[in-house]
């Protein structure tokens, strides 16, 4: 269950932040969350353990998100974490009750039943102490008198983080909304005694009389939207096509406007919403007003819904990205919100196929199994269909398994049809070209290219290869975006873009691009005689020569070993650079003599902390062992005293 929880924190923290802040963050997450893990497997039972894992893993999240400590958004780690239980639940628990429910002409005992099942499997012990209150057609209530969550986060010193253990409730509660209303106005974490469950069955008519009814409809449907509504949508989502729709709001307004329906306007079209829609709406309009200050802003945009719908997403390009004097600031926060609807393609053709009878079986089949992927059929020309999958949000990686096994289905079923193999396919998503156009403005913030150039390389992968080498060619361009490109072509090719002939021609390089040139070749093997080049030239800069030092410990063979040595045992060489020489002999092979060589360099008091502890570090790497005569007689300070008790301990 920890490797599960530290997969999906992995995934999700991809998705909110760049890569490179997203990996720093989790490697934080997982080591605080093992060492809480071992904390409790110290005093926990079985049962204690399996409810226990999930307030530490809240509090190990929310102390490696970035942020002043006690200063942290809360709205961050709340949409982390219910996004990840979501993942959790979504397969075996969620999808399950919303078919069985959908299907059974009384959804209301099927909820009971679950609910009931599910307490006495998990909430009937002594660390919750369920007890049932009533039950009937129209109620099922039950409380909760002790909260297990609630005292780890107390053991932890953390009861400020055990709300966010209490909206999980809200995600089994969404589940059902077209079923069921769940309310909940005690819990133990806000300092009463007991979590009162209250759930009331919806699916009854409110009245006998038909307008009535319909307006109760109208109220429930507003009341359970994040968005305002337009009349239409509110139709779509259950209300009576017979009823005149605008009678039911003339009644409303008969009855002094309804406190809690707010109304306004989008495009002249009337939309209808709860005060928190409302508030919402209200907001969105805040956020074009470019007499607001930055940090409200950028605010409003961190906390916008994540399910926009589309007409927002291109009000949100066309008016903030594209506007020629918004804040450079504004855009990066709304580019790195846009991501999100970032939705990658790939798919295959085939032939000979009835798309119908293709989208009505197969198609329909893997929409059921992948319900947050797309799978469309799209006639092209000469009797040829395209396959596609897509979803928003979701990555090329993700997307592969699923196709990959739906053309294996359609294969079988389709012998005869002439299948080809499968290609990524170029989105004609607007925030995709957009995407594109930010990072090949050249006139727009570096900040703004380079994190347009990330997005766009976590998402399409290997399909921007010639783009990019076209970029880390230009010596036009953003050096740091150069370098960024060619980190980025490493990972995707091995061969090196062509950016110099000679090592001349590499000397006048900037400095980015000769660092990102080191990773590049470091992580193919290959040109090592550049990289000893660069050690020893002077018209290398240090930080420079420090890099291609440490990038070394790739190259294990003798040669290299031998230079890295005399380079770390010359004293006249920069200290800095020799401790990037010892850092880099930790991974080589090593013989008696020259391990005896660093040892010297470590029982020196002549040489510096730092180098002696760096050749402590290398001799530990390097499993060495000091002779009998050494741990006798060297113990002339601290250094070598501690030092030597752990090359002994091993």
């Not at 399996?50 to 809360?74: C, Q, W």
């Not at 939705?343 to 198609?363: K, P, Y």
């Not at 380079?450 to 010639?466: F, T």
């Not at 240090?542 to 045992?569: C, G, H, S, W």
């Amino acid at each position: 269950m920890f490797d599960y929880f530290v997969l999906l924190t992995s995934n999700e923290l991809k998705k909110a932040f760049d890569l490179e802040e997203a990996d720093t963050i989790l490697s934080s997450f997982a080591t605080r969350f093992r060492e809480l893990y071992e904390t409790l497997k110290e005093s926990f039972n079985e049962t204690q353990l399996f409810h226990g894992i999930n307030p530490i893993f809240v509090i190990a999240l929310e102390e490696s998100l970035p942020g002043e400590e006690g200063k942290k958004d809360t709205t961050i780690i709340l949409r982390l974490v219910l996004a990840i239980y979501k993942i959790m639940l979504e397969e075996l628990v969620l999808e399950p009750q919303r078919r069985y429910m959908a299907s059974s002409k009384d959804p209301w005992t099927i909820f009971v039943e679950d609910a009931r099942k599910g307490n006495q499997r998990i909430y009937d012990n002594e660390y919750f102490q369920v007890k049932e209150i009533n039950v009937t057609e129209k109620e099922f209530a039950f409380d909760i008198n002790r909260c297990f969550y609630h005292e780890v986060f107390k053991q932890f010193k953390r009861e400020d983080l055990g709300f966010i253990m209490c909206e999980y409730d809200s995600i089994m509660a969404d589940n059902i909304t077209n079923w069921v209303r769940f309310e909940r106005e005690e819990t133990i974490a806000e300092g009463y005694k007991r979590c009162t469950f209250r759930y009331y069955n919806i699916k009854q008519k409110f009245s006998e009389n038909l307008v009535i009814d319909s307006i109760f409809t109208f109220l429930k449907i507003v009341d359970d939207s994040e968005e305002m509504l337009t009349k239409q949508e509110i139709r779509e989502k259950g209300f009576d096509a017979s009823i005149d729709f605008y009678d039911v709001v003339k009644l409303i307004d008969l009855i002094k406007n309804h406190p809690g329906i707010k109304f306004s306007t989008v495009n002249e079209e009337p939309v209808y919403g709860n005060i928190a829609s409302y508030q919402r709406h209200e907001e969105w309009k805040k956020l074009f007003n470019r007499k607001l200050s930055k940090e409200e802003r950028s605010k409003i945009i961190q906390n916008l819904p994540l399910n926009l719908k589309e007409e927002k997403i291109n009000r949100l390009i066309s008016d903030i990205l594209d506007h020629p004097y918004e804040h450079a600031s504004i855009k990066w926060v709304c580019l790195n919100y846009l991501q999100y609807h970032f939705s990658a393609r790939i798919g295959f053709e085939a032939e000979e196929i009835d798309e119908l009878q293709l989208d009505t079986g197969l198609l329909e089949e893997f929409r059921q199994k992948y319900p947050n992927i797309s799978f469309e059929a799209q006639s092209l020309d000469r009797g040829k269909i395209s396959i596609q999958a897509y979803g928003r949000g979701i990555p090329e990686y993700k997307l592969k398994e699923p196709i990959q096994l739906l053309r294996k289905k359609i294969i079988n079923q389709f012998p005869d049809s002439g299948i080809s193999a499968i290609n990524p396919i170029i989105s004609m998503d607007p925030i995709v070209k957009k995407f594109f156009k930010i990072f090949e403005d050249s006139n727009q913030d570096f900040q703004l290219r380079e994190l347009a150039l990330r997005i766009l390389i976590s998402r399409v992968g290997s399909k921007l290869v010639p783009f990019l080498k076209s970029v880390a060619e230009n010596e036009q361009d953003n050096q740091f975006l150069r370098g960024r490109a060619i980190d980025s072509l490493a990972w995707f090719t091995s061969k090196l873009p062509q950016l110099y002939n000679t090592f001349n021609d590499f000397i006048r390089l900037p400095d980015p691009i000769k660092r990102s040139v080191i990773d590049f070749i470091a992580r193919q093997g290959t040109e090592k005689d550049l990289l000893l080049q660069m050690a020893i030239n002077d018209d290398i800069a240090i930080k420079i020569k420090i890099i291609a030092l440490r990038n070394m410990q790739t190259y294990l063979d003798p040669e290299v070993t031998k230079f890295l040595l005399n380079f770390a045992i010359d004293k006249s060489n920069d200290e800095r650079m020799r401790q990037a020489a010892l850092e880099a002999l930790g991974k080589h092979s090593i013989d008696e003599k020259s391990l005896d060589l660093l040892f010297n360099i470590f029982k020196d008091q002549e040489e510096s902390t730092f180098i002696r502890m760096e050749a402590f570090e290398t001799l530990r790497d390097l499993n060495y062992k000091p002779k009998e005569e050494s741990i006798l007689t060297d113990r002339s300070d601290w250094i070598i005293l501690l030092g030597l008790k752990q090359m002994v301990e091993g």
